[in-house]
């Protein structure tokens, strides 16, 4: 996997993935940044949501759970000093779909959290900590 940061100026970059994708990343105004795109931590934290979202989904599609929606909110604290690392990471799911089972969502977020989600795990051996929980919701 590869990836390329261009600098464009100020603090503004421009990333992009092995596969193609560009990302726009930016700093705030108090830091010379102009906020046109999220900034390097968000995305990390936003990938570690996609990662494990992916999970789950994948999960319950293989054990045939109707799933009709998925969101996945994360709340972070950072340390106050320098560097400002995550200390912790909350992942709240909210699985939606037809007669989905307590049991197979509730497999599907931990597999994803202690066997499958390379970005909580790798987090996590850095000593973050990273808790789940989940709601279901009928469609």
Not at 33 to 53: A, V, Y
Not at 61 to 84: F, I, M, W, Y
Not at 91 to 102: E, S
Request: aromatic fraction near 6%.
């Amino acid at each position: 996997m590869k990836a390329t940061v261009k600098w464009t100026d100020g603090r503004q970059f421009l990333s992009e993935s092995g596969s193609g994708h560009a990302v726009v990343m930016d700093g705030n105004p108090d830091s010379g940044g102009r906020n046109t795109g999220p900034r390097p931590m968000e995305m990390l934290l936003m990938g570690l949501g996609g990662c494990t979202s992916y999970d789950v989904i994948q999960i319950l599609e293989k054990a045939r759970a109707d799933v009709t929606d998925c969101v996945a909110t994360l709340d972070a604290e950072r340390a106050d000093t320098t560097p400002s690392v995550f200390t912790k990471i909350h992942v709240h799911f909210v699985v939606t779909g037809k007669g989905l089972k307590d049991a197979q969502v509730k497999r599907a977020v931990d597999l994803s959290a202690e066997k499958y989600c390379s970005a909580s795990l790798m987090l996590a051996k850095g000593g973050v900590e990273i808790t789940h929980d989940y709601e279901i919701r009928e469609a």
